[in-house]
Structure formats: C-alpha cells, structure tokens
C-alpha cells in the first residue's frame, strides 16, 4: 500500500519561500506520477503542479513554484517563492500510476489514486 506523508509547511511572510517535501513509500515510486494539490478554507481542492515525464503548473503558480522529484530518495518537492496570502491553503501531494495522453486529465483529483494528509501553509500579509 502506498503511504504520502508531507512536510515543510508552516506560516511564513508574503514573498517568502517556502519548500514541501512529500516522501513516498510502498511501490515503486518512479512509476508514479505525483501531483501536488491545495485546499483553502471554504473553497475545492485545486491543482497546483504535477511531475512524472514531464511537468506541469496551474497558472496561478507558474512562474513561482517548482516541483522536482528525487528518485533515490522516493521524495517530491514543491519549491514556492514570491508566496502570497491567496497561497494559504492545505498543500496534499498525492499519487496515481495512470497514464493518460494530454496534460489535462492530472490536473483532476480524481486522477490520482493515493493522497497524504496535508501541511498546513499560512502567508500573511
């Protein structure tokens, strides 16, 4: 079974940075597609970056988060700078071994299979 645990999150000041690590444990991790999401207080889970063969970012992140994987270490990480207040939110990382063809589908929870259970970014203002 496949076990997502999160770290890294914590309140820190608008234009900071911050790094998430999410390490993966169970299977094979390079076989594995990895994503991170977001929840805010009052509003859906929503996309933020995905990685497996090739990598993917919601436009409202673009430009200011990286994610990255370490094979050797079965981590992934989100690097976030220039973090703003609409930042706060639960960052999950999650897991899904699905292959599809296009750059949509990842961008849906309900495409990955295998979820942590959160770290808790705050950005104040």
């Known amino acids: 079974q496949v076990e997502l645990v999160e770290s890294g999150g914590r309140l820190v000041q608008a234009g900071g940075s911050l790094r998430l690590s999410c390490v993966f444990s169970?299977?094979?991790?390079?076989?594995?597609?990895m994503g991170w999401f977001r929840q805010a207080p009052g509003k859906e889970r929503e996309f933020v970056a995905t990685?497996?063969?090739?990598?993917d970012y919601a436009d409202s992140v673009k430009g200011r988060f990286s994610i990255s994987r370490d094979n050797a270490v079965n981590t992934v990480y989100l690097q976030m700078n220039s973090l703003k207040p609409e930042d706060t939110a639960v960052y999950s990382c999650?897991?899904?071994?699905?292959?599809?063809?296009?750059?949509?589908?990842?961008?849906?929870?309900?495409?990955?299979?295998?979820w942590g259970q959160g770290t808790q970014v705050t950005v104040s203002s």
């Open positions: 999650a897991a899904t071994t699905t292959s599809l063809y296009g750059t949509t589908w990842y961008r849906k929870a309900s495409a990955f299979d295998y």
């Open positions: 169970g299977r094979t991790f390079s076989n594995y597609r």
């Open positions: 990685i497996q063969w090739n990598t």
